[in-house]
């Protein structure tokens, strides 16, 4: 009998979608992908053989040549030219120290001749007054003790304010310069009092107080601060009630109280206007001067 062999062909693969599309003459889905993937790889520098930064970093690196430091000198003085040049005060341990502002000589000698003014004014109308009172001599006297305090401490802001080792707020003079504005305070006020001893006696405690304040600080060797000037006002318009209440002087009240509100802003504004402020402030305490005399002489 003859013996049938029989061969058992393997199965022909079948092919995968994408070697039937490459098979029929298409593409693969994942062709474009892969072809703009090359492509930019291709449009690289590093590819085009054109040395990076940080292959320049690499060479040096290799080489034994650090990469070149980041000059802090000229971006410090580029931020240093964007930030505006002013003087700031600032708290260090509970001490105000106030960096050496720019020097202002001509401003500092207007607000040293504009403090005169007011001075001029008084001695002028008691020179008028018909026998003046020694309650309008007290008055006189206090404001040209002040005055005399005031040019002096401004005299000293003209010569030694560019000095980077001078901080006024340390200046025994701002120290009488403040001192005489609070015993002006006290004098005037009983002139607006009509003298009466309850209010004169409680406006001069506080004043006095102020006053000690001011003087315990210098005798500490500690600078001033803003806050003294902000208890000055306090005391000016404490002083100033008392010409509606005991008076019932409304007008000459109203005209103070604008003339010290017109100062105020010249005083607050002073930065802005590069330092004139402050003698303008000084010139409006002439017409304040003026109301307060005129209700004090009748």
């Given at each position: 009998?003859?013996?049938?062999?029989?061969?058992?062909?393997?199965?022909?693969?079948?092919?995968l979608?994408s070697?039937?599309?490459q098979?029929?003459?298409?593409?693969?889905?994942?062709?474009?992908?892969?072809?703009e993937?090359?492509?930019?790889?291709?449009?690289?520098?590093?590819?085009?053989?054109?040395?990076?930064?940080?292959?320049k970093f690499?060479?040096?690196?290799?080489?034994?040549?650090?990469?070149?430091?980041?000059?802090?000198?000229?971006?410090?003085d580029?931020?240093?030219?964007k930030r505006?040049?002013?003087?700031?005060?600032?708290?260090?341990n509970g001490?105000?120290k106030?960096?050496a502002?720019?020097?202002?000589?001509?401003?500092?000698?207007f607000?040293?001749?504009s403090?005169?003014?007011?001075s001029?004014?008084?001695?002028?109308?008691?020179?008028?007054a018909?026998?003046?009172?020694?309650?309008?001599?007290?008055?006189?006297?206090?404001?040209?003790?002040h005055?005399?305090?005031?040019v002096?401490f401004h005299?000293?802001c003209?010569?030694?304010?560019?000095s980077?080792?001078?901080?006024h707020?340390?200046?025994?003079?701002?120290?009488?310069d403040?001192?005489?504005?609070?015993?002006c305070?006290?004098?005037?006020?009983?002139?607006?009092c009509?003298?009466?001893?309850?209010?004169v006696?409680?406006?001069a405690?506080?004043?006095?107080l102020?006053?000690?304040?001011?003087?315990?600080?210098?005798?500490?060797?500690?600078?001033g601060?803003?806050?003294?000037?902000l208890?000055?006002v306090g005391c000016?318009?404490?002083?100033t009630?008392?010409?509606?209440y005991?008076?019932?002087?409304?007008?000459?009240?109203?005209?103070i109280?604008?003339?010290?509100?017109v100062g105020?802003?010249?005083?607050?504004a002073?930065?802005?206007?590069?330092?004139?402020?402050?003698?303008m402030?000084?010139?409006?305490?002439v017409?304040?001067?003026h109301?307060l005399?005129?209700?004090?002489?009748?």
């Amino acid at each position: 009998a003859q013996a049938s062999v029989q061969v058992e062909t393997p199965p022909l693969p079948v092919p995968l979608p994408s070697a039937r599309l490459q098979m029929a003459g298409g593409r693969s889905p994942g062709h474009g992908r892969e072809t703009e993937a090359s492509e930019a790889h291709a449009s690289t520098p590093a590819a085009r053989g054109v040395p990076t930064q940080r292959g320049k970093f690499a060479e040096k690196a290799r080489s034994g040549t650090p990469p070149p430091a980041a000059d802090k000198g000229s971006s410090q003085d580029s931020l240093d030219a964007k930030r505006p040049e002013r003087s700031k005060c600032c708290a260090a341990n509970g001490v105000w120290k106030e960096a050496a502002p720019p020097e202002r000589f001509w401003q500092e000698l207007f607000s040293a001749g504009s403090m005169v003014v007011p001075s001029i004014y008084f001695a002028w109308f008691l020179r008028r007054a018909e026998g003046p009172s020694a309650f309008l001599t007290a008055l006189a006297t206090s404001t040209f003790a002040h005055c005399a305090a005031s040019v002096a401490f401004h005299v000293q802001c003209a010569c030694c304010g560019g000095s980077a080792s001078f901080n006024h707020l340390e200046s025994p003079l701002r120290c009488a310069d403040m001192v005489l504005i609070h015993l002006c305070c006290i004098f005037y006020s009983g002139a607006a009092c009509n003298w009466d001893s309850c209010f004169v006696a409680a406006n001069a405690a506080v004043n006095l107080l102020c006053m000690l304040s001011l003087v315990w600080t210098r005798l500490r060797g500690l600078a001033g601060s803003p806050r003294d000037s902000l208890r000055t006002v306090g005391c000016i318009f404490l002083y100033t009630s008392a010409l509606p209440y005991f008076r019932q002087d409304y007008w000459n009240y109203l005209g103070i109280i604008c003339s010290y509100v017109v100062g105020g802003v010249f005083w607050k504004a002073n930065a802005r206007l590069d330092g004139w402020g402050h003698g303008m402030f000084h010139l409006t305490l002439v017409p304040a001067s003026h109301f307060l005399l005129r209700s004090a002489s009748t």
